[in-house]
């Protein structure tokens, strides 16, 4: 069973590339868990006709009886088995801590059972106690970091390297999400060399999957054949390899807005 974890910045583009890959596998025949790993409860919402409840908003009907988590996911076409873990209500309690407990239930209730892939979406780029819990208590295996060129995402991605050297986690890839800025995937590209890490997939700039997501459609589910899922299903075979043993570096911030000087020249303003 592949088990993998998707960080980077809070609105870079998580979730869409967690519902897009489950799709894409889906499309190859792998039996796929979502999990919303995000107080917003919105990672399934591109697949699920209606905003699925949360474990944390069920936790004591979940602690009755664990089999209440069965009304909690929302099967997609048989293929992947959505679920969100939710958190509590903005500035009260907190969601890290609500996340180690929602998956500490999902193995209680064995939601892994025949699932060939499980893929979880946390939230922003938070890697200190139950955000990093995915990946700390084992449930995730490989890292992926989501990031585009702009500097607040390389921020996050190098905080992100440097958390992970922490814990163990095993950051296996940057998956590159344009925002459609100049020279962006050379600085992508600099940066993943600086810090010893490969770019395993580009997610080019697309007007189309912004549009379809307003009307809570996912581009690889409306267009099997487009340049879009061409791009997630390369992503999902390099995802698929077999793991390889990744030496990251950690660098400073300042290294970071050298890179972006360096390629932009005197476009860049500090």
């Known amino acids: 069973m592949k088990k993998i974890a998707m ?10 590339i967690a519902v897009n890959l489950a799709l ?20 399934c919402r591109l697949l699920s006709p209606k905003r699925l409840p949360t474990i ?24 992947i088995t959505c679920i969100e873990v939710g958190g509590p209500r ?17 193995k209680d209730y064995d939601f892994y059972k ?6 979880y979406d946390v939230l922003g780029d938070v890697v200190c106690g139950g955000f990093a819990s995915p990946v700390s208590k084992g449930y995730a295996e490989e890292v992926y970091i989501v990031s585009s060129g702009e ?22 890839g940057l998956i590159y ?19 010893n890490i490969p770019i395993i997939g580009r997610i080019e700039h697309s007007k189309r999957i912004p549009l379809l997501e307003l009307q809570k459609k996912a581009v690889v589910a409306e267009f099997p054949n487009g340049k879009e899922a061409e ?22 911030d300042e290294e970071v807005h050298e890179i972006i000087k360096e390629i932009k020249g005197d476009e860049y303003v500090y």
């Not at 009304?71 to 293929?79: A, G």
């Not at 299903?233 to 077999?242: A, P, R, V, W, Y």
Request: aromatic share 8%; hydrophobic share 35%.
């Open 231 to 252: 791009q997630f299903k390369k992503l999902s075979i390099n995802i698929l390899d077999e793991n390889i043993d990744i030496d990251t570096d950690t660098i400073e």
């Open 7 to 16: 960080y980077g910045k809070g609105g870079i583009g998580k979730s869409t």
């Open 90 to 106: 903005p500035g009260v309690g907190c969601a890290g801590k609500g996340i180690i407990l929602g998956l500490d239930l999902l």
């Open 151 to 172: 500097q607040a995402s390389l921020f996050a991605a190098n905080n992100i390297i440097k958390g992970m050297s922490q814990i163990g986690g095993n950051v296996q």
């Open 56 to 79: 944390l908003d069920n936790y004591r009907k979940i602690k009755e009886d664990i089999n209440n988590i069965s009304n909690l996911t929302y099967n997609y076409k048989d293929k």
């Open 177 to 195: 999400n344009s925002k459609n800025i100049e020279k962006e995937f050379e600085i992508v590209d600099e940066f993943s060399k600086r810090i």
């Open 114 to 119: 025949d699932k060939d892939i499980i893929i």
């Open 24 to 43: 894409t596998f889906a499309n190859m025949n792998y039996k796929v868990g979502l999990i919303g790993c995000d107080p917003k409860g919105d990672t």
